[in-house]
């Protein structure tokens, strides 16, 4: 059973990746009988370069209990369409006058192809193969937290956007579809109308329809035990810097995710560190505090997380570690996982 789901956002070089890899590392250390998977939907992947081991697009052990997952949306999007492909093409091929088209099985082939699949949506697909128990490409290893590391605000919105939009997209193949071979009907009708009788078969067809009708229905209730799953253990925590662009994609991330997600936290990283005999550091740290105040001025209801800019870049799992404490300090796992002011 999934108890959490931390869901990291915010815009792009922020520290997002960093952060959800170091939230990932500490709570595998924290909480050992638990199971955790690390994802990325960062397009420019950095799993791999921040654990400094080859992750790959299943899940790959880092530690005893934390698995990572740099996903490649493209293979879930074909295992998906390749089974649409099989169902609609035995459909049209009960269909009385579709069947006979000689080239309706390329029309399919070319309509329902996973390239026609925007990447966010692949993305989103992919996520819910992730969340949903009950999906049949589903992983082996039930994870109890997933921290997923997401893509700056519009690709992210996209990634929560699950239900409607992948009913819609199959709709829009088949219109599509109808569109392409429309014309080609129209002739075969004139053609064939009288002798085509004898070949129908509508029980056959009403249980074909029924198939690929169910598809869709299976989407829609998926969709909706994802929406409930992450309304219930998701939880959304933003990065920012002390600085006016990233706050700003803060404040629009967390408009246009409040309602499918819970905003629990939000981090401020990368402060200047203030080493003695640097005056120039000094006045830095002292301009990005006052920024830091208004971050959270605005969001005051809101756990703060500060994090200063660390002078070596925070790789590897003893990276990772390091960056960990100097977000969170000496904390407890259930104050990462349900933060408190
Ligand atoms: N607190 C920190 N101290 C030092 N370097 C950091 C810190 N947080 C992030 N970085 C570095 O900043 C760069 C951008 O971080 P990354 O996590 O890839 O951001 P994002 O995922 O938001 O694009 C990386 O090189 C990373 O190692
Ligand atoms: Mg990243």
Redesign the pocket.
Known sequence: MIERIIVLG??????????SAATAVLLSKLLPNKKILLISF?IAH?LSDLLDQKIGNEATPVTSNLWAIEPDPNIYAKEYTKDLVIKMKALMKQMPLIGMIPQIEKYIDTTFTSDSIPLALKNAMFFQKILDAEDKFSQDIQFDIIVA?FPPTGNMVALFEIPEDQVKVVLKYSLNFYNSIKGTIRNFSKMFSQILKPFENPEKRIELSKDVFNMIVDLEKRGERISELIHSVGSLRL?SIAEKPSFEEVKRARDLTKKYINLDAVHI??LTPDPKHCNFCKQMRQIQLKFSEEIKKEFKNLKIWE????FE???GIDGLRK?AY?IYGDITADEILNPKI
């Open positions: 915010g815009k792009g070089g922020v520290g997002k990746s960093s952060i960062d950095n590391d990065v990283n990368m994090s200063d800019k660390l870049e925070p790789l960056l100097e």
